[in-house]
């Protein structure tokens, strides 16, 4: 193994310290691994958006030899724009366009996405006929049904949440419930396996007691 | 942070040895290797037929979809392994190898064209290496359409739920009464905010680690308005560190405008809202140090939340503090629902600034967002009523009718 | 004015993008947007940091609580600027890929912000643990219900949810763990899901609608500075 692998390994395995020290309380340790964390992060980024997206996305497109491309000048314009906000408050209001145009892409794009992904096919799923194959498929079938329509009255904010319709509400809550906890405990072998990957790694790679 | 050892020991105990046998179990299984047979080297399949490439219709002209009769060879342990279509640009004569469809399959969509441009399309049929004599197609010229007829039903849904979210707003700019239940979560906000006050410590706001280009974001800052609102009036401190440079420069013109709106416009700073890093793990660790430095009295987290929900949540929890949260992220809801105080599930999040606000037009929204779930669920009740009664009695006009409910809300790409 | 133009850009662009999805033709204008998107968000980093570096600077220069962290954070963002921007160390020199092995950028990846990540990633393990525990004390039905789900699913999807009703007979095959964890799965998680997934989605469009139609305008502060 090369010296700068070592030298890796060792680097590694004490962030690995700090950073699980903060299990017991806030130390200069976990402080330190902090500062490096945020402060290299934060470069990492950065650069990775430098080459990714000013570089390949605007630099190479704009500029390319063969067919220049007009598209990009716009996200170039826009992010000048946004710059404005360092030349006083004069000029500052026009860092709003950008922002505008942002906000008003995001709510265009996401809306259909949604609507399509979540609602229409969702829905779409839910058409089925219940009766079918053997009772514990009925019986799971009326459940779907029924779940997903109380569900739904769960969400309802124009009526009161009493009588029969509170009933479904509730009925409604719970099922969110079983799915709630159907999702954390899906979640909770994987959560451990990444534990087990950085002793893993501290007892193979560093401390070379596990093979 | 001691709360955390009786856990850890239950985690150690019970949990851990059930991820060491299931490891063990995975290890244990193998994939088995495919035999080749011997007389793979001689065979040479035979040839499909019928090759037809068709215009894709509603498309940008890039798109044809080609269809050919399966290979005589491709039955049921037959001896072919798939199909290696060939594209030919009919101007240049440019052929390019697109890919080996597999056995079985006589359909393929290549949407890699140039509209207005003439293509033919060669189709081989493969075993082992061995390759049949080709088979071309007719020639194709894809066109391009000005609408998509495809999405005629998604338009009209689309259109009514718009239209009905539109309607209200319009109706409660008129001054109309609207009746909006009261949310618990939303409810608490006050009372979280008070809380900080009581206690003089500052409010942490956490808005998801997400860009602006997240519609979750937006409901976060949206909400943040109403959050510094309150702040500003109680003279607060509200710390923001965020993730984004975008979140941040917006953050702070909605913080800006709830201190002007409050009378304080000096009391606002810049560093009320703060750049951590992009970085998703990079963010929490910094926001856990702020956590149990500063010991907020309330912490918000709203926004699109991913692993980071429970590092943050629990840490939050371990410093005592009063927990508000909402996300669209499914699988992240359990985790902020059993360690926060109050949690926006999914729709609540998106309800919650126009809720807080009491404007007539934002509650008229929620209005209208309500008569496109009363759609759905009536939509829901007479498809599983058609779609049974169709199946139970196999009366045909209820198959039709339960077949064009399934067409209503079927998207084709 | 300053707010007038913004609302209407915000509001041209959301429409567009709404109705892009029945035109063909201009249905990839969508796709369009995440490349500005992209090319707007490197220029906000100049801001993001700036004010990073700014806040960090400041904090070293007064000599305010925790100081020295502030100086490391801003070593580690320069440092790591200068391995990615001028490539150091990096075979192929400027005109390389950026995260060449070998190269320094790539090895502060690798032995910085790898185990870093991976290990913040990881206390989710004994975070996960403390949220159990602290669902283990369920207070009411709801969370009656979400803690006898996960652990049902939990026992499912290990072997020993098998080994502990394994002997039922078939005939009462539900009451088998893994099955039983596969049945919750399928049928009432699933429902959840749908009431879920249709929420959120009439959520957001009830949200995007107040925006495109600037009802909800807070985003884009105030007029009078």
Known sequence: ?211 | MKDYHRPQLLFQIFILPLVVILSLTSALTAQEQPVIPADSIIHIPAPTSNVVAVDYVYDRGETVELTWNLSPDDTIGGRIDGYELTRIEQSTGKMDTLEVIPAGISYYKDDKLTHGHKYAYLIRSVYFGAKSSPVSSNIITPSIEIINWRLANLFAIAFILCGSVIYFIAHAKKGKKLFIRKIAGLEAIDEAIGRATEMGRPILFVPGINDMDDVQTIAGITLLSRVAKVVADYDIRINMPVSRSLVMTTARETIKEAYIGAGRPDAYNDDMVRYITDEQFGYVAAVDGIMVRDKPATCFYLGAFFAESLILAETGNSIGAIQIAGTAQPAQLPFFVAACDYTLIGEELFAASAYLSNEPKQLGSLKGQDVGKFVAMIAIVIGVLIATLAELTGSSSLENLSEFMNRLFTIVS | MKRKIPVLITFVVGSVLILSVFFPPIETWGEDFSIFFDIIAVFAFFLGGGNLLRIHTKKAIKRQKDWGFSIVTVLGFIIMLIAGLFKVWNDGGIAGDVAAPGSLFQMMYNWIFTPLGATMYALLAFFVASASYRAFRAKNVGATILLVASFIILLGRTPLGTYVTGWIPKSLSIFNIPDLAIWIMTAPNLAGQRAIMIGIALGVVSMSLRLILGVERTYLGVDNE
Not at chain 1, 34 to 60: C, H, M, P, Q
Not at chain 1, 90 to 112: D, E, Q
Not at chain 1, 194 to 208: E, I
């Open chain 1, 1 to 211: 193994m090369s010296w700068e692998q070592t030298f890796g390994i060792w680097l590694a395995a004490a962030f690995t310290l700090g950073i699980v020290s903060f299990l017991y309380r806030d130390n200069i340790f976990y402080k330190v691994c902090e500062a490096i964390f945020v402060g290299s992060s934060a470069g990492y980024w950065f650069v990775t958006y430098f080459w990714d997206n000013l570089y390949r996305k605007f630099y190479l497109q704009a500029f390319d030899p063969v067919s220049p491309h007009i598209a990009p000048w716009v996200g170039f314009i826009l992010g000048v724009l946004m710059l404005t906000r360092l030349f006083g408050a004069k000029i500052a209001w026009l860092s709003r366009w950008p922002l505008a145009f942002i906000i008003g892409a995001t709510a265009g794009v996401y809306m259909m996405f949604y609507f399509v992904s979540n609602a229409m096919l969702q829905i779409g799923a839910s058409i089925k006929p219940v009766f079918v194959g053997s009772f514990g498929d009925i019986v799971s079938n009326v459940l779907i049904a029924a779940g997903t329509f109380c569900g739904l009255v769960y969400f309802f904010f124009s009526k009161e949440h009493k009588g029969v319709f509170g009933g479904a509400a509730r009925v409604g809550i719970w099922f969110l419930m079983v799915t709630f906890g159907a999702s954390f405990g899906y979640t909770v072998m994987s959560r451990m396996s990444l534990m087990l990957g950085r002793l893993d790694f501290l007892f193979g790679d560093w401390l070379r007691l596990i093979s």
